[in-house]
């Protein structure tokens, strides 16, 4: 059995030893909530398992189950089937999804920062410069679109989109093609520095990390996202599955030890040093001077309207672009900010 399948079937058995729980009493039922991650559970996914592991949820009245999947589209097409009635989406998935008339909008952000990274060695193209983008080649897979992203932070930064070369190495392979020589650079999100790492160790030699959100790159990720049409028919259940899993991540960030250990439960194949490698990763992506003050999962209309803008400039959109106030619905962060 697939470590997903269990770790479904083994947080369904935690759930229903706390359905019982003295909390909302045996008369009250709990409402059922499914939440579809971003892709197979990882370390960067703790917080929804310490927010299950602790009994967020159950104290909201809700019956959460989480399910992998493959990537934003088909985090989308599940929120859309309502096979999943909440997801872990992303800003450009979600500009994408509304010019092709799904109406799947954000009600918190959680990445305040992309996760996009370029990956060199120090003995090699050693990208720390925006400028070195220029004339480098990159190793990526052909359905990515972070070398769209890539060109138009280059635009934005007054660099030839143009003379960034994209060679084609499908995911398995670029460690291997980047450590090897084949390519001097290639890309991936930010989490999978720790393995990158490791093996530029073996091979003698250090890792070279370029996070373009640190250089420049204003641009909305991962958030909470639901269709209109359950936010605006369940906007309680929303409410409350937002607010017990802001807690989730604050517990996280605060018990990085104890959050690892509620995934483990009910992830196999996940060691503590691999979550906790995540954890801290992700820490970067969610603890910033905005959320310091407003608080975890906030977001601005201003920034969401730039992150439009960047997108449909430099995006392949099929439709019609939506507006910004299409992106995103206000009035489901808790009333008492959730800061770091």
Same mark, same amino acid.
């Given at each position: *059995?697939? %470590? ?10 935690s759930? &229903?030893?706390?359905? #019982? %729980? ?5 008369a009250?039922?709990?409402t ?14 703790? !917080? ?6 602790e009994?967020y ?17 088909? $985090? &989308?097409q ?11 989406? @992303? ?14 909008? *954000?009600? #918190?952000?959680n ?14 193209? =050693?990208?720390?410069d ?11 897979? %052909? ?9 138009g932070? &280059? ?6 989109? !143009?003379?960034?070369?994209?060679? =084609? $190495? ?14 001097p650079?290639?890309?991936?999100f930010? &989490?999978? +520095?720790?393995?990158?790492? +490791? ?5 003698s ?7 373009m959100?640190?250089?420049?790159l204003?641009?909305?990720?991962n ?5 209109? %049409? ?6 309680d ?7 017990? #899993? ?7 960030? @605060? =018990?990085?030890? !104890?959050?690892? @250990?509620?995934? *483990? +439960? ?8 691999a ?6 990763i992700?820490r970067?992506?969610?603890v ?24 449909? @400039? ?12 299409k992106?995103? $619905? ?7 900010? $959730?800061?770091?």
């Amino acid at each position: *059995m697939k %470590a997903w399948k269990r770790s479904t079937l083994a947080i369904a058995a935690s759930l &229903m030893s706390a359905f #019982a %729980a003295p909390t909302f009493g045996l008369a009250q039922e709990l409402t059922k909530v499914t939440f579809s991650l971003d892709f197979i559970p990882l370390g960067r996914h703790a !917080a929804w398992y310490a927010a299950l592991g602790e009994g967020y949820f159950t104290e909201e009245g809700l019956d959460v189950t989480i399910i992998p999947s493959q990537g934003t589209a088909q $985090v &989308m097409q599940a929120i859309a089937s309502n096979t999943a009635q909440l997801g872990f989406v @992303d800003l450009p998935g979600v500009v994408l999804a509304q010019a092709a008339g799904t109406d799947i909008r *954000m009600v #918190a952000v959680n990445y305040q920062k992309a996760p996009y990274a370029i990956f060199s060695l120090a003995n090699g193209a =050693n990208v720390t410069d925006t400028k070195q983008l220029e004339g480098l080649t990159i190793g990526s897979g %052909a359905g990515s679109i972070t070398p769209q992203v890539i060109k138009g932070f &280059m635009k934005q930064s007054g660099l030839d989109p !143009a003379s960034l070369n994209v060679s =084609n $190495v499908a995911p398995p392979a670029r460690a291997s093609a980047l450590l090897s020589g084949q390519v001097p650079s290639i890309e991936f999100f930010i &989490m999978s +520095k720790p393995g990158l790492e +490791k093996g530029a160790k073996d091979a003698s030699t250090s890792l070279t990390t370029f996070l373009m959100a640190d250089h420049g790159l204003e641009l909305y990720s991962n958030g909470i996202g639901a269709s209109q %049409a359950f936010i605006e028919a369940h906007p309680d259940v929303v409410r409350k599955f937002v607010r017990a #899993a802001l807690r989730g991540w604050k517990f996280t960030l @605060d =018990n990085p030890d !104890a959050a690892a @250990d509620h995934q *483990m +439960k009910v992830v196999d194949g996940l060691s503590k040093p691999a979550i906790l490698a995540e954890i801290d990763i992700v820490r970067e992506l969610v603890v910033t001077e905005d959320t310091k003050k407003n608080g975890l999962g906030s977001f601005e209309a201003s920034k969401m309207e730039a992150g439009l803008k960047f997108v449909t @400039d430099n995006l392949a959109i099929t439709g019609t672009a939506p507006s910004a106030d299409k992106l995103y $619905v206000e009035g489901f962060l808790p009333d008492e900010p $959730v800061k770091p």
